[in-house]
């Protein structure tokens, strides 16, 4: 099953730098034996956001991915960006934000999610962007089991304060 889910995260959301939570305790149907792999990874305008600060440009991160064991049903993404662009992010580090666990499939049960769409949108006003910054992001993409795939790597700029497509080279 392909499931695709839209994810809004404001500043302050994206503050909470603790452990990630753990993966779901239930049953993974004991499929898990392959890590996902990032298919396209995409960086674009997520349009204005409304978080606790009020209205705000946003980036948007998108995501495909497929898992081959079918354990996507529960996923974590993490995050990583730097602003030196050079087509890489150094990913050894903590993630600098993090999904969190969630359930991926809202009906699913173990082993039968193959993968899917994710959307990630981050305000940009305040931390952690610069408005009309060009940025490297990566991503990794765990599964159920706990299996991480390699990280991906996308270059794109942050919208400007109002909102619009940046243009920063
Ligand atoms: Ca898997
Ligand atoms: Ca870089």
Redesign the pocket.
């Known amino acids: 099953m392909l499931v695709a889910i839209l994810i809004a995260c404001t500043p302050t959301d994206e503050k909470d730098t603790g452990e990630p939570p753990p993966l779901a305790l239930d049953d993974t149907g004991g499929c898990?034996?392959?890590?996902?792999v990032v298919d396209s990874f995409t960086i674009g305008n997520g349009g204005l956001i409304t978080g606790d600060s009020g209205e705000q440009p946003s980036v948007l991160l998108a995501i495909q991915f497929h898992?081959?064991?079918?354990?996507?049903d529960y996923i974590n993404l993490s995050y990583w960006w730097d602003e030196t662009v050079d087509g890489t992010v150094d990913t050894s580090g903590a993630p600098a934000m993090e999904s969190g666990a969630f359930k991926f499939d809202q009906d699913g049960e173990p082993c039968r999610v193959s993968g899917g769409t994710f959307e990630q949108r981050i305000g940009v006003t305040g931390n952690p962007f610069t408005a009309n910054t060009r940025y490297d992001f990566a991503v990794t993409v765990t599964?159920?089991?706990g299996?991480t795939s390699d990280p991906a790597f996308a270059t794109g700029v942050t919208p400007k304060e109002d909102g619009s497509d940046g243009d920063a080279r």
């Open positions: 898990s034996s392959v890590p996902p898992d081959d064991d079918m354990d996507a599964d159920h089991g299996l």
